[in-house]
């Protein structure tokens, strides 16, 4: 590699967002038959083997199934053996009690990678399925804006700002949407917002804003349905390659010979 190529990896970031990991407490239970610990554990091979260096590791929530203390420990115990910086916001299925939250509550948190940051939101709300921002956290993050404004900004969070098409999914979308487009529309340099919940790749746009969801490391959900319904593609998840002035790629990447076996007879979430 010429020395010109490492400079130009050296300017660029990357971060690997994963999300929906549904973890069990027992490791060797099944979630929707597919084991979520082993095709979680086989997600991190592929980002391991594929990224030689990796920034950070961002998980947009659900991060349990079955939200014990020891599914979180285990989670914990994993990643931090890989050596990467890793970090999380809660999903749905979390508990606030056990979810490793990088800031107390309701702080939101904020990441630095040169000059762009990530905030981490929590849109879950305890005991509900559908997502919501509580005014603290939305004042917060509009406070942490207005002292970013020479940065490029990606918000991280579980649940889906903007409507999937697909019926049953979007009930259970962020709720209050409009007051966080209320802070955004203030700002330039909001770059992406990544979310998790729907299990599956999109692109949206709003405004100048790009708005990615990304495919679980374990089940994955049908597109554009308007009923619960699984979809027999494999788990995965996004790099994002984020550059010095503002620019960024990003990919979704899927496991190869991953073999599934869903259950198509499973009615609901
Ligand atoms: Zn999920």
Redesign the pocket.
């Known amino acids: 590699m010429g020395s010109d190529e490492k400079q130009l990896e050296v300017k660029e970031k990357i971060i690997i967002q994963i999300t929906?990991t549904?973890l069990m407490d027992d490791p060797n239970a099944d979630f929707v038959q597919v084991n979520p610990e082993q095709s979680f554990h086989a997600v991190i091979e592929d980002i391991v083997a594929k990224f030689p260096h990796i920034d950070a590791i961002v998980h947009t929530g659900?991060l349990a199934q079955v939200a014990k203390p020891e599914t979180y420990q285990r989670y914990q115990a994993f990643m931090t053996k890989l050596n990467i910086p890793f970090y999380q916001v809660p999903?749905n299925?979390d508990h606030p009690a056990f979810f490793p939250f990088y800031q107390p509550e309701p702080n939101v948190g904020v990441l630095s990678f040169g000059n762009w940051r990530i905030c981490l939101i929590n849109t879950a709300v305890h005991g509900k399925i559908d997502g919501w921002i509580q005014s603290e956290q939305l004042q917060q993050l509009k406070i942490i804006l207005q002292n970013q404004q020479n940065t490029h900004v990606i918000l991280a969070c579980h649940h889906h700002p903007l409507d999937m098409q697909s019926k049953w999914i979007d009930r259970h979308k962020l709720k209050n949407t409009h007051e966080l487009q209320q802070i955004l529309t203030e700002f330039d340099n909001i770059k992406l917002v990544i979310c998790?919940?729907v299990?599956q790749d999109s692109l949206h746009a709003w405004k100048t804003i790009q708005f990615f969801s990304t495919p679980?490391t374990s089940v994955q959900f049908k597109p554009l349905s308007d009923d619960f319904a699984l979809d027999n593609i494999a788990p995965g998840y996004r790099s994002l390659h984020l550059k010095e002035n503002g620019e960024f790629t990003t990919q979704v990447h899927r496991l190869q010979n991953f073999v599934q076996h869903i259950n198509k007879e499973i009615s609901g979430y």
């Open positions: 929906d549904h659900d999903g299925h998790g919940h299990h679980s």
